[in-house]
């Protein structure tokens, strides 16, 4: 019977496809809703976000970020990107309004950074694009 560490050690490159086809279409979800308000939002109930502001910039990189990462294609260089946004997000609208993540909403901009700046040194995993194409 193999012991955990192995079954773990085996099946962690699919986990990881499956952490960021998971994480790429969360982050899909974000551009849709700036966009199209799908789902449904308050904050964007009023139309859609200008292309040319920085919630405009926000959801053009969500939606075609989220969408490459959940293909698993450029996963490394969009994967960088996307970390970039969610740091500069969290600094600009998540840490003016407390130092705590839990008090000031930034806990999921956190989250994505750190998991998109895993995917940039991690690559797409297995079940990808970039794997098909020779380039994981």
Request: net charge negative; with cysteine.
């Amino acid at each position: 019977m193999a012991d955990i560490g192995q079954t773990a050690s085996a099946w962690a490159p699919r986990i990881l496809s499956v952490l960021r086809i998971i994480t790429g279409l969360l982050f899909l979800e974000h551009g849709t809703m700036k966009f199209f308000n799908f789902p449904p939002s308050e904050m964007f109930a009023n139309g859609t976000v200008p292309l040319f502001s920085l919630y405009g910039l926000a959801g053009a990189l969500e939606l075609v970020g989220g969408a490459l990462i959940a293909l698993g294609l450029l996963t490394r260089p969009v994967a960088f990107i996307l970390s970039g946004e969610m740091a500069f997000a969290y600094f600009m609208e998540h840490a003016t309004s407390g130092f705590y993540p839990a008090n000031n909403g930034g806990e999921p901009a956190i989250l994505f950074c750190f998991i998109f700046l895993y995917l940039a040194c991690a690559g797409a995993g297995p079940w990808s694009v970039d794997a098909a194409r020779g380039k994981a």
